[in-house]
């Protein structure tokens, strides 16, 4: 069936260090959203993209589109303590939104 | 703005139980969404409403789980029986339809126990 998957699963990080999440879809994708969630909390949305090749910037946060709307990344420049939590990536095909399977990030002061 | 209102936060339950969980979405959103959340599984899609009509119900696992959303600022998803493998964090999410620009907002959510 149609999935969703994001590598890594889990990531360790010194505080100062870049992290990347990679997210990769089964089918073509009509948009990708990603959300962050921290530890016993729900997942909050942080940004949308839509445009096949799309790349936005949220400060130290920088997220892609990928060319064939398949795949997307969310990189973080220079990680803080307050990164911590797990990265979701969620796409639209037609009418069903598929989460990823989430990257947990760990940053280490 | 209260944002999404689940409750309960949290249920324990015995197995064999009804369980029924419930949410209100924010005023306006004419979107719905529930959502579980497992370690094994981790966030799966259970099912949508759009207007207060299902739309996409092939998340839910089978027919001891139901939801219903009576009107626009109401859902329920109930479990019956519940069984331990239905232990699990419930989501309700909510988002106003412009499109496929489905910006979802996401209730505090329901941690089930199911012994």
């Known amino acids: 069936g149609q999935q969703v998957m994001q590598i890594p699963q889990y990531q360790h990080v010194q505080e100062g260090e870049d992290f990347t999440t990679y997210c990769n879809s089964s089918?073509?994708?009509?948009?990708i959203q990603w959300y962050k969630q921290r530890p016993g909390g729900h997942p909050v949305f942080l940004i949308q993209?839509?445009?096949?090749?799309e790349v936005k910037k949220q400060k130290r946060l920088t997220f892609q589109f990928g060319e064939a709307k398949k795949n997307s990344s969310l990189h973080i420049t220079a990680t803080q303590t307050t990164d911590v939590g797990t990265y979701f990536c969620?796409?639209?095909?037609?009418?069903?939104?598929?989460f990823g399977t989430g990257t947990r990030l760990q940053v280490f002061p | 703005d209260a944002g999404v209102i689940q409750s309960p936060r949290h249920e324990v339950t015995e197995m064999g139980q009804e369980v029924t969980l419930r949410c209100k979405p924010i005023?306006?959103?004419?979107?719905l969404f529930w959502y579980r959340q497992t370690m094994m599984r981790g966030l799966e899609l259970l099912i949508y409403?759009?207007?207060?009509?299902?739309?996409?119900d092939s998340g839910m696992p089978e027919d001891r789980f139901s939801a219903k959303m009576p009107n626009a600022s109401f859902s329920t998803l109930k479990i019956q029986p519940s069984e331990p493998r239905d232990s699990a964090v419930y989501f309700c999410?909510?988002?106003?339809?412009?499109?496929?620009?489905?910006?979802?907002?996401f209730g505090p959510g329901t941690r089930l126990t199911v012994t």
């Open positions: 999410a909510s988002s106003s339809f412009r499109g496929r620009a489905y910006e979802q907002y």
């Open positions: 089918t073509t994708l009509s948009n």
């Open positions: 993209l839509v445009k096949s090749g």
């Open positions: 969620a796409g639209w095909n037609t009418d069903k939104l598929i």
């Open positions: 005023s306006g959103h004419n979107s």
């Open positions: 409403f759009n207007n207060n009509v299902p739309i996409d």
